[in-house]
């Protein structure tokens, strides 16, 4: 006979999110909330509606949805605000999130987390400063008066703070809490080794199918294009054992960047001009896609991604146990209050560095607040924490507490800038991503 679990489980999570859109758009809150109650409920009460054990089969669900959920928001990003931004978004996204990792492992010294080695430490910090691209849209999406500015630096921040995390885990924070000890320098060079290549690989496949796309003229095909790069750049990168993600991520972004290159010199006077080299290279001329079609492009990608983040939503509603929570209870609110302070720190520095140096773009008081409540957690620390190996002592205490300050950042988080926005920051509404 016939199963229909997969027909069932695609039955749930749709009604999930249109559900979840509907309710939230009329009582004006991020439907990230509802999802995220909607998921627990749904598997608590009702796991006919999930017959499929995504927890069981959790390496596929990673492969099938982190392309998904990366590729939209890299879309996104426009070359000429990357340009613009560029050392702000390398600050907040590299530079803030070793210092904060290496300040949260730091406390290993004040024995916070009995028991846990120094390793343990920065695995721990690098999960658990993961911001989640998805979650913070769902939320911010419903928030009015954030300069563009402000939306740049929340982009690109939450993309390039992922890549970073994602190398801090695997090449440093991992293998030193399994192995007990680290080659420092090794560690250093091993992780610049995995930035450097990973980021060679995704601007090679990113100019490759910029290239292809210059052979198809029409919006649904070069939407797959871009899901086809986004799956070959993360299985290429994990094949040669770099980074996925920040390949996935360069790659898209590069891809991008040619586009929108293309797309202002149509629209502007060089146009007209001679060709250069580098403008023959790209085949000059000949177009890779149009504003209307990008645009098709971005919205069918941002509904994709959106799917598969819902799935990740069900993985955890599948680890939530509130008598596990309330056992840990102590750990969760330290590590979400340490986590809070550790980036409302780095935000604050970053702030301050505004003011003083003229590449890194001024934010006042209100930026800052809105870059420290902006970083909540979701489908990447919940990926990150069941990679760690079942052998190990702490992964139960890893994963509740994951698993809470995950929770505890959204609706933290979320209704603080919910708050914000609606009784002290109204202003004529006006969609936050919009180009």
């Given at each position: 006979m016939h199963s229909f679990a997969p027909e069932i489980l695609l039955i749930t999570i749709l009604t999930l999110v249109v559900l979840s859109d509907s309710v939230s758009a009329r009582l004006k809150i991020p439907s990230v909330f509802l999802l995220l109650i909607g998921s627990y409920l749904v598997y608590t009460y009702a796991k006919m509606a999930v017959p499929i054990d995504l927890k069981f089969y959790f390496d596929t669900v990673i492969l099938f949805c982190i392309p998904l959920i990366f590729m939209a928001d890299a879309l996104h990003l426009h070359f000429s605000d990357i340009k613009k931004h560029a050392w702000s978004i390398f600050y907040l996204a590299v530079f803030a999130v070793a210092l904060s990792i290496t300040a949260g492992a730091s406390l290993y010294y004040m024995d916070i987390f009995e028991g846990l080695t120094l390793g343990a430490y920065v695995s721990l910090f690098a999960i658990n400063m993961a911001t989640d691209a998805v979650s913070v849209q769902s939320v911010l999406s419903r928030f009015q008066g954030i300069s563009h500015d402000i939306k740049v630096l929340i982009e690109g921040e939450s993309l390039g703070n992922d890549a970073t995390a994602v190398i801090a885990f695997f090449f440093i924070g991992l293998p030193w809490m399994m192995s007990g000890s680290i080659d420092a320098g090794e560690a250093t060079v091993d992780a610049l080794r995995v930035f450097a290549v990973s980021m060679g690989i995704g601007i090679t496949l990113g100019y490759l199918f910029y290239m292809l796309m210059k052979l198809i003229n029409d919006k649904r095909g070069e939407l797959f294009v871009f899901i086809i790069e986004a799956y070959i750049a993360y299985v290429v990168a994990e094949h040669f054992h770099v980074s996925g993600i920040l390949t996935l991520i360069t790659a898209i972004i590069a891809t991008k960047a040619w586009i929108d290159i293309d797309m202002k010199k149509l629209e502007g006077e060089d146009a007209k001009k001679s060709k250069?080299?580098?403008q023959r290279f790209r085949l000059h001329g000949i177009d890779a896609t149009t504003s209307e079609r990008m645009e098709y492009i971005y919205e069918m990608a941002k509904e994709f991604g959106y799917i598969a983040a819902v799935m990740i939503f069900f993985?955890?509603?599948?680890?939530?146990?509130?008598?596990?929570f309330w056992e840990y209870k102590t750990e969760?609110?330290?590590?979400?209050?340490?986590?809070t302070l550790i980036r409302a720190l780095s935000m604050a520095k970053f702030a301050f560095w505004g003011n003083k140096v003229k590449h890194i773009k001024p934010v006042g008081f209100e930026g800052w607040f809105i870059l420290t409540f902006s970083g909540m957690k979701g489908a990447l620390s919940i990926i990150l924490v069941h990679m760690i190996p079942d052998s190990f002592a702490y992964k139960e205490l890893f994963e509740v507490v994951t698993t809470g300050v995950v929770i505890l950042?959204?609706?933290?988080?979320?209704?603080?800038l919910w708050s914000y926005f609606t009784f002290f920051k109204k202003e004529e509404e006006k969609k936050l991503f919009a180009h």
């Open positions: 250069t080299f580098l993985v955890l509603a599948e680890m939530v146990s509130l008598e596990k969760i609110l330290a590590m979400f209050i340490i986590t950042s959204i609706f933290v988080y979320g209704t603080t």
